[in-house]
């Protein structure tokens, strides 16, 4: 992993001090499943139960680099699947910020719970949920992160669910991907950044009783 974080800061993903050490600090292969743990160090999604993914490091290093998660912030991580991306939160916004991680599929959010818990950290709160609807309990947010794909385009009620100042990062499209950075500058003003060529598994309603 130590060779692929450096090929990441060498190709200009990672970027911030900060972000880079959580890389260091977290390690993949804690969140994977006991057959693919060898597999963590590649750069490529690697398949968890009930046909989700942990994401490409790649695709993790680059939209943390554009959240920018700061110390004492609170954040919403949408679709926390292995836990490993909301455990990279807790590290960078420290015991004074928070985090809610909302999954849609039970098994997967105790999966993410229990990887999480091999750290220790006190400042995240998983969420069993609807990630389309965000999570109106804690808000506003200063930042919210989502990692499934919004096909039809971003839900407004995330929008709404975001501080003025706050920064939303999410994919946004049905086949291919871009990635959308919404940064909230008044209540009804945003000033949006699109990066083509990713893709997701994508941002679903929760069942009833799934």
């Known amino acids: 992993m130590e060779d692929l974080i450096k090929k990441l800061v060498d190709e200009g993903y990672l970027k911030s001090t900060r972000i880079i050490n959580a890389f260091k600090k977290i390690k993949r ?4 499943p006991p057959d693919i743990k060898t597999d963590a160090h590649l750069n490529i999604p690697l398949p968890l139960s009930h046909g989700q993914t942990i994401s490409q490091p790649l695709t993790v290093a680059f939209m ?19 836990g490993w991306q909301t ?18 599929i039970p098994p997967l959010k105790e999966f993410g719970q229990q990887n999480l818990n091999k750290y220790g950290y006190q400042n995240v709160e998983f969420i ?23 096909e039809i385009g971003i839900p407004d009620i995330l929008l709404k669910q975001l501080k003025v100042g706050g920064r ?28 083509p060529g990713f893709q997701f598994v994508p941002l679903i309603p ?3 009783g799934e």
């Not at 292969?29 to 994977?32: A, G, K, T």
């Not at 959240?67 to 919403?76: A, F, I, S, T, Y």
């Not at 939303?168 to 990066?195: C, S, W």
């Open 128 to 150: 069993c949920g609807d990630g389309t609807r965000g999570y109106k309990k804690a808000a506003p947010y200063d930042k919210i992160i989502v990692a499934a794909a919004a």
């Open 29 to 32: 292969h804690d969140f994977l």
């Open 168 to 195: 939303l990062v999410i994919p946004v499209g049905k086949y291919e991907q871009a990635m959308v950075m919404m940064d909230k500058v008044t209540d009804n003003d945003f000033h949006e950044k699109r990066f």
């Open 64 to 82: 943390l680099e554009l959240l920018q998660p700061k110390k004492g912030e609170k954040v919403l991580d949408i679709g926390s699947g292995s």
């Open 206 to 208: 929760r069942k009833w």
């Open 87 to 104: 455990t990279m939160l807790a590290e960078l916004v420290g015991p004074e910020g928070k985090v809610y991680a909302i999954e849609r």
